[in-house]
């Protein structure tokens, strides 16, 4: 990729925490055209309306596949657990490169903690060169995985 082509990107889950955090950081990159946001709770909100800190202009959208693949070439799901599972292999055969922050794809079996417990799963591996299954917090300053 030539330093002038830029990134077009998708964050489904824009609104979110993670979402948030990922529009902040990718809206300051040189490299990188937000393209999309998605969202369920927040659909139809400018982004500014809900984050006035955030310059971007763009209005939240309902979750839609083929919008998605249109506009994006990368997407970032910043999903719930469980929900990351059904819509990547829906872009993956559309041709949109996905990067999961949820567990649907970083563990073998996912299962909810109780609180003051910690997940031990066999982490799993990207499962093509057009996916990847982002660590969290957890899974990188876990002893358990050093």
């Given at each position: 990729?030539g330093?002038?082509?830029q990134?077009?990107?998708?964050?489904?889950?824009?609104?979110g925490?993670?979402?948030?955090?990922?529009?902040?950081?990718?809206s300051?990159?040189?490299?990188?055209?937000?393209?999309y946001?998605?969202?369920?709770?927040?659909?139809?909100r400018?982004?500014?309306?809900?984050?006035?800190?955030?310059?971007?202009?763009?209005t939240?959208?309902?979750?839609?596949v083929?919008?998605?693949?249109?506009?994006?070439?990368?997407v970032?799901?910043?999903?719930p657990?469980?929900?990351?599972?059904?819509?990547?292999?829906?872009?993956l055969?559309?041709?949109?490169?996905?990067?999961?922050?949820?567990?649907?794809?970083?563990f073998?079996?996912?299962?909810?903690?109780?609180?003051g417990?910690?997940?031990?799963?066999?982490?799993?591996?990207?499962?093509s060169?057009?996916?990847?299954?982002?660590?969290?917090?957890?899974?990188t300053?876990s002893?358990e995985?050093?």
């Amino acid at each position: 990729m030539g330093e002038s082509e830029q990134i077009r990107v998708g964050i489904v889950g824009a609104s979110g925490y993670g979402g948030v955090q990922l529009v902040r950081l990718l809206s300051e990159h040189p490299q990188v055209e937000i393209t999309y946001l998605g969202g369920s709770s927040s659909a139809g909100r400018p982004y500014t309306d809900l984050y006035p800190h955030l310059a971007v202009p763009l209005t939240v959208e309902k979750v839609a596949v083929e919008t998605i693949v249109d506009r994006c070439d990368v997407v970032f799901l910043s999903l719930p657990n469980g929900l990351a599972y059904t819509l990547t292999p829906q872009l993956l055969e559309r041709g949109c490169k996905v990067l999961d922050l949820s567990a649907d794809y970083r563990f073998a079996i996912w299962t909810p903690t109780k609180p003051g417990t910690a997940a031990i799963a066999p982490m799993r591996v990207p499962i093509s060169k057009q996916c990847t299954a982002c660590p969290n917090c957890s899974m990188t300053s876990s002893p358990e995985r050093a």
